[in-house]
């Protein structure tokens, strides 16, 4: 099982990894190695700055029927250290448990137009400002039955997005201590191009901050929110970000409303070409 939202399990075939960019700033992946290294797991003794590749992983098989598997959710597929050989593997071993769906999502695009991925892998790229928009042209020169963006951490406004050949695009805020805020008006900027360009928009959360204007508050007071929840009542004392009009009440009471609903739609399965 995974807390992910967008997939139901997690396949670690390679562990650790290293920064490249700036959504890598407050990386979950590297605080989640170092709580598994304090767990005793084996599988991450070594320091997150290791990349390693774990050949028996290959051969581990995912039970039960047409899951969401995210691959490498603890490293990148696609990581320099990595060799064109084993991503090859990787991508074979995919291939070969063809009842179920494989997500693999990468910083390093450059690497991807080097491979050819089999039907049942949906191929992914991190947009996280718009800097990093020339990742998106690099997944449409790939031969994904699925391709699929991720905006997390959403750290700016990416502007006008050219979505055609793009099936799906994830956005999120971040999460934990350090979050950086993220300003609704850049998610629905999102929202509305995919809209408009008939693409499946999955908006996973606002992470740590939750902006006023999305709030389902009954009062905001010497920074202290006031959240009812059914006939109970939960107060928190808050940071307010005055840029952002945000408040940092935390991933759990931040939740995923936006413009007052859930947006969790899914790519609709088409053929290559």
Known sequence: ??????????????????????????CYAEKMHKRLTAMGQVKYYFPFCNVIFHYSELSRKITGKNKMVFVNSMSDTFNEKISAEQITKILAA??????????????????????????????????????????????KQTNAKIKFLSCEPLLEDLGELDLKGIDWVIVGGESGKDARPMHPDWVR?????????NVGFFFKQWGEWMPAGECDYDLIKDKFFIRKIGKSEVLLNVEINEEFSAYKVGK???GCLLNGREYKEYP???SNG
């Open 252 to 254: 759990k009471y931040a």
């Open 189 to 197: 900027n999102i929202q509305r191009q995919c809209k408009e360009q």
């Open 94 to 139: 995919c291939k070969g448990q063809y009842q179920h769906t494989f997500q693999i999502l990468t910083k390093r695009a450059e690497r991807i137009t080097d491979f050819t991925y089999p039907d049942n892998v949906w191929l992914g790229v991190t947009v996280e400002n718009a800097k990093y928009k020339n990742r998106i042209d690099y997944l």
């Open 1 to 26: 099982m995974s807390k992910i939202e967008w997939t139901n399990e997690t396949w670690n075939i390679i562990t650790g990894c290293n920064k490249i960019s700036e959504g890598c700033q407050n």
């Open 268 to 270: 609709q399965k088409r």
